[in-house]
């Protein structure tokens, strides 16, 4: 939908390739859906949830037997993201690195956007 031709929406790391992978197979879910929602104190949070069925509006990453599914409304948001998997010794999770956040709360969970103009004018300028 907001990607470049011949580049992928997000890319992931190999731990979080492998995570993934290793809970889908887990739970015997489809993939991953990865989206945005309201909330937290910078305005937006990432969401993440198990599916059993691709939605065709969907925006389908498959790398290493990872299958990560965009939600529609976040494809924009969210189109130029790597996602890792971190391990440490007091916390482990997806991290987000994320080129199209503005700014985003101390504790990590909470993210801010560039506006939607901004964001369009970007991946025009992009294109091929």
Do not use: W
């Not at 989206?35 to 949070?45: D, H, S």
């Not at 990560?68 to 189109?79: D, E, N, R, S, T």
């Amino acid at each position: 939908m907001f990607g470049i031709p011949g580049k992928q929406a997000v890319t992931m790391t190999p731990a979080a390739a492998k995570q993934i992978a290793k809970l889908m197979g887990a739970e015997g879910h489809q993939g991953l859906r990865i989206g945005v929602k309201k909330g937290g104190c910078a305005g937006m949070e990432y969401t993440m949830e198990y599916v059993d069925t691709v939605d065709h509006h969907d925006e389908v990453v498959e790398q290493d037997g990872a299958v990560v599914m965009i939600a529609p409304m976040a494809q924009m948001f969210l189109f130029g993201t790597e996602i890792d998997y971190e391990v440490a010794l007091l916390e482990s999770g997806f991290k987000f690195r994320n080129p199209n956040v503005a700014d985003a709360c101390g504790c990590g969970e909470s993210i801010k956007f560039k506006d939607v103009e901004e964001l369009a004018a970007e991946q025009a300028a992009a294109k091929p």
